[in-house]
């Protein structure tokens, strides 16, 4: 069936520093690919989305990458700060009615001061 | 305030003993999703439902029940719960069925089944 296969599972890195978290898909017909953040006891939120007709998206110090030949993604963190400590979640679709959505096993961020 | 609202937060209980998590949106959402949350493994979808009266099974069905009967809420119910369910639950909605939309999700039910 369809996987969603997420590295690393653990991350840690200086503040101040990058973070970069990589998601591989199996399923080659996925168009929709969330990314959630989720800080310690909260649910899980969406920080970032892309859809397969762009490569590449940004927002402030996030930004996601699309690579629909090899089949995977990821999410790159810059400028890291504390309250970017959380575990990541990456998702993919194909985007219709009639499918599932699936979820990477997450990446625990810790940004060290 | 737009919410996805489950209760109970946090649920000790013995085997056997059945119990019901409400879950509750004021979205008008058509989709309702349960999934649970595990250590090393993600977020694993339990069912889900496409409008009112429609309910399907999601990767790790077996154990639980759902029902839809109104459109804000979408209860999950343990009928003979088991210590393998001891695990942390998220309820989700979307505005519509399609899979291309941000999910939003409450807070989350911890269920210790003894």
């Known amino acids: 069936g369809e996987n969603v296969e997420q590295h690393p599972s653990t991350l840690s890195v200086q503040e101040g520093d990058s973070a970069v978290i990589k998601c591989t898909y199996s399923?080659?017909?996925?168009?929709?690919f969330p990314w959630y953040k989720q800080e310690l006891g909260k649910r899980p939120q969406l920080i970032i989305d892309?859809?397969?007709?762009?490569g590449e998206k940004k927002d402030q110090r996030i930004a996601v990458t699309l690579n629909k030949t090899a089949k995977h993604f990821s999410l790159h963190i810059t400028e890291t700060q504390p309250e970017d400590s959380a575990v990541y979640f990456c998702?993919?679709?194909?985007?219709?009615?009639?499918?599932?959505?699936?979820f990477g096993s997450g990446t625990r961020l810790s940004i060290r001061p | 305030e737009a919410q996805v609202t489950q209760n109970p937060r946090y649920l000790i209980t013995v085997t056997g003993k059945k119990l019901t998590v409400t879950c509750s949106q004021n979205m008008n959402h058509e989709y309702m999703s349960w999934y649970r949350q595990d250590p090393g493994l993600g977020l694993r979808q339990i069912y889900y439902s496409m409008n009112v009266e429609v309910t399907d099974k999601g990767d790790v069905p077996e154990g639980y029940k759902v029902s839809r009967k109104e459109k804000r809420n979408f209860p999950l119910i343990l009928e003979s719960p088991s210590p393998n369910q001891t695990s942390l639950y998220f309820c989700a909605s979307m505005p519509g069925t399609a899979q291309n939309q941000p999910q939003h999700f409450g807070d989350g039910t911890r269920l210790s089944i003894l």
């Open positions: 998702a993919a679709s194909r985007g219709s009615s009639a499918s599932k959505i699936i």
């Open positions: 399923d080659s017909a996925s168009n929709y």
């Open positions: 892309i859809r397969s007709n762009v």
